[in-house]
């Protein structure tokens, strides 16, 4: 019996051994077809009739027993029930043949048992559960049914189960050590393949040497970069390296010094060139037990990184050349302007006078291209650095307005805003590059549209908790653009045919710098044109979200509110107006059209101020306030026009007698609360504090010496004529050297510092100057004004960092000269003094200084004890009122220009939102020096008395 049961197992297991690849399944291979399930069930099926040649004889059993279930098993595995069926089916005509009869009961009990195990096989996703279930069924099922049938005794089939059984749990684990096997050999191969591939596709070659016999012989080579010089593998494999065809004797010798260094255990790198191709090799050893067997090398394709690098070379070389051609051009362009406004300044007649303004105009184009050309380098070297700050959004497309209106009025054209309503009108970004954007394709609309009108539409596109996403529409009414010259639109120095630069002029340049920001913003620009009928530039981009406009209002108007009627049939602009005012702390009533106002007013309604918007379709804007006037017999308030049309015809209403004032739209805040409340203070609707509207009275520059650090005489000219009634007294210098001489000598208020001068530059005369202060130590320093064409990034930066105080940039305008003067000369209080980015606000309010004046007035007068009230607010526990205040300062420290005082009421905010009071009451500290600072420096000039 013994002898039986190996052979039996032999047998199985040699079978096995044979079939198992044609039937094994990869992991992520299908299930077997229908077909092939009949075909191994066929296979298996000659294995039981094998076996039933082979039985076994137990002792004690009435006939000899037979492995030909396990071969039923092996059938059910591989082909589920169909499989299992088949095995059956071979084996009974097996049968057959050899005892010429068949079983009838035993057949019926040996399709059930196969069906019943094919399904269990082909149901349980376990392995040994499979087998072990599996096996049981059968056994049971098949020796219990003959049992029953009285064809074997139980004795018997307890035996045949227990010996069957054992051998199916030993045909499975022999079966799942060749599933393992085969896998792995599987994964072995397909890593091997996917690693050969890696190394044919890398862009370099990866190679493999060893010393044999003194000699370095590759065994491995592959990648792309063979291609590139001609090679293939089997020019390496096999070779030493005096075999290799493509390796001259010289470069062969060299080659061996440097494995041999690798060989020595060294890791080495070296760059060479083959078939004009520059490569950089890196030699890796390999160590086993401390001696080196085999060295890797790493092939890489340097022509790349040295065209890139010659690149970077060229963009610095580049730049070096715009900053010293800026300089170079900027330097003429500024002794033009400035000799040409000490003339306009002169007694010419109408005709000279003409002669000098077109001077001057044509100047500053030329410093326009430069600026352009400047543009254009830095956002291509990636050198344009976007600012993120607070602003508002009207005070932008107001400035665009100041400077297009102009040249749309001498166009004829209509020049229309339309903003929706739910436009947040404070953002954060960068205002400046937002302004240049929209006001390149502007002037390009005023440009190429010889008739009818403009307008920039502003529409809300997404507004999420961090992210503010605006589209920009400018839309024209000109001459339009075909597809091809679409397509050529955004090329740089380009317009759209050589007839366009002819007859409007141009670089071609203002569109590619839009685009080009535009993207550095992470916005886009579209457009859509047709020859004839106008084009729509639209731009799209995203801000960063910004708290409300602030209420600057606050304490001005006392517990009373100004009552004000706005008119206005344009729905988006009667609400956005609307708001404006509410923020102001109007009363704001409102009408859509002249009946409803007269409605209004025969109510017996009183207001303060009626605004009204200038396009009305039924009755003239003209009319309406005539009417208005007339029906209050001498007794009118304020009537006011407002108007999105920026047009020839406004310009000539603003003139009428009783209007009060005619107001373009949009506007911003401060500049409506402004225009507003001096009508409500002339009207005495409400007072200001005492001295409230008195103009900000700087130091008189009469009294100021200045030194001039200047090399080039036309310069010195220019600078030393407008200087000359300006200030008492100016001295020369013609290089650092001279100016650090005289600044020994004698005391001045303030030097304006050329930075590029031969001798002695003023980055050297600003050390050495501010060394002879230092060795004096009285702690008081002049300010220093550097004076430079060169625009290029960083240079502001780098004069502030050794000790200059500002920065003036030429060609100056003469009223930037005086500002800065006036910024700094300060009887020597300029050292305590808070700076206040007045130029800023004031270029923000398009130039009205006493508008500016009227803002730091107010801001002195009635937040003068702000700190205090927020200290006291946190104090008494009353965090919602601690909030507010700080929003407000923080707000209204903006509106003057006070940046640092409002950076750190911005961290205030935050503090008080983490709720932590120590960082907090630090903050409040420091504010408070800002703050006293202002105060005390400007608060006897804003406030009399």
Known sequence: MPKDLI??????????????????????????????????????????????????????????????????????????????????????????????????????????AAYGTGYLFFRIRSYWVRWLIGAMFLL??????????????????????LIQLIYSQLIACFLYYLIRNHRYKSRMIQTERDMGYLLRMQPGFTFRFQKTNGTFVYSLIEGQLLKQIGAKPNDFIGKSIEEVRIFSEQFAAFLRVQYGRA?????????????????????????????????????????DIM???????????????????????????NAIIGLNYILQQS???????????????????????????????????NKIVLESTRFDLYEVLRNISNLISYKANESGLRFHFDIHHDVPQMLMGDPFRLQ??????????????????????????????????????????????????????????????????????????????????????GGSIAVESKLGAGSLFTVTLPFQSALPADNLANKAYGKKKPRLLLVCEDNEMRYVLEQQLEQLEFKVQTSSDADETRTLLLAGHAYDLILIDWKLREVSATKLAEEIIRD????????????????????????????????????????????????????????????????????????AVILLVEDNEINQLVAKELLREAVRHVDVASNGEEAVKLAGTKAYDAILMDLQMPVMDGYEATKAIRAQERARGTGQTVPIIAMTADVMKGVEDQVLS???????????????????????????????????????????????????????????????????????????????????????????????????????????????????????????????????????????????G
């Open 307 to 333: 065209k890139r690098k010659a690149a970077d070379e060229s963009n610095k070389a580049k730049s070096q050349f715009l900053a010293h051609m800026s300089h170079e051009i900027r330097t003429p362009i």
């Open 802 to 944: 050794i000790g200059m105080n500002g920065y003036l940039t030429k060609p100056f305008d003469p009223v930037d000269l005086y500002n800065v003067l006036l910024r700094f000369c300060q009887n020597g209080e300029q050292a305590s003094i808070e700076k206040l980015d007045s130029e800023g606000v004031i270029t923000r309010l398009g130039g009205n200084t006493a508008l500016y004046n009227r803002i730091l007035a107010l801001f002195i007068s009635n937040h003068s004890d702000a700190i205090e009230q927020i200290v006291q607010a946190v104090h008494d526990g009353e965090l919602s009122t601690a909030k507010r205040l700080v929003h407000t300062l923080k707000g209204v420290a903006l509106d003057i220009g006070a940046n640092s005082l409002a950076a750190i009421m911005e961290k205030g905010q935050l503090a008080l939102l983490r709720g932590d009071r120590e960082a907090f009451g630090l903050l409040m500290q420091q504010a408070d020096e800002k703050h006293q600072a202002i105060i005390s420096a400007y608060g006897h000039r804003a406030v009399s």
């Open 140 to 161: 049971i099922y098949y020796y219990g049914a003959l049992g029953l049938a009285g064809q074997v005794s139980f004795d018997a089939i307890v035996k045949y189960s």
């Open 263 to 303: 060989w020595a255990g060294e890791k080495v790198s070296y760059e060479t060139t083959m078939i004009g191709v520059a490569i950089l090799v890196t030699l890796h050893p390999i160590k086993n037990h401390g001696a080196v067997v085999d060295v890797i090398g790493s092939a890489v394709d340097m022509s």
């Open 7 to 112: 052979l039996n197992f032999a047998i199985l297991s040699v079978y096995l051994f044979l079939v198992f690849p044609l039937f094994i399944r990869e992991e992520n291979q299908a299930k077997p077809s229908f077909v092939k399930c009949l075909y191994i069930g066929g296979v298996f099926g000659v294995l039981g009739v094998i076996l039933m040649f082979f039985g076994i004889q137990v002792q004690g059993t009435e006939m000899p027993m037979n492995l030909r279930g396990i071969a039923l098993m092996m059938a059910a595995f591989f082909g589920g029930p169909v499989g299992a069926l088949a095995e059956l089916v071979v084996v009974y005509i097996g049968r057959f043949m050899k005892d010429g009869s068949i079983d009838w009961v035993q057949m019926a009990v040996g399709i059930t």
């Open 632 to 703: 209050f017999d001498g007794k009118s308030p304020s009537v006011l026009f407002m108007s999105a049309y920026h047009e020839a015809e406004y310009e000539e209403a603003r003139q009428l007698p009783f209007i009060s004032k005619a107001l373009l739209y949009p506007i911003s805040q401060s500049q409506l609360y402004n225009e507003l409340g001096e009508l409500l203070h002339r009207d005495g609707v409400y007072n200001l504090p005492d001295g409230g509207m008195k103009p900000i009275q700087p130091t008189d520059l009469k009294d």
């Open 347 to 381: 007694n010419l007649n109408p005709k000279q006078l003409e002669y000098v303004d077109k001077s001057i105009t044509a100047a500053k184009s030329l410093l326009n291209l430069v600026n352009d050309v400047l543009d254009l380098s830095k956002i291509e070297a």
């Open 436 to 521: 240049q954007v929209l006001l390149n394709i502007t002037n390009n609309a005023v440009k190429f549209t010889p008739k009818g009108e403009l307008s920039i539409t502003v529409i809300l596109v997404s507004q999420e908790e961090q992210t503010t996403t605006l589209s920009f529409g400018i839309r024209d009414t000109g001459i339009g653009m075909s597809e091809d010259q679409l397509s050529k639109l955004f090329l740089e120095f380009t317009q759209a045919d050589m007839t366009t630069t002819r007859k409007f002029g141009g670089t071609g340049l203002g569109l590619v710098i839009s685009k080009k920001l535009t993207e550095t913003m």
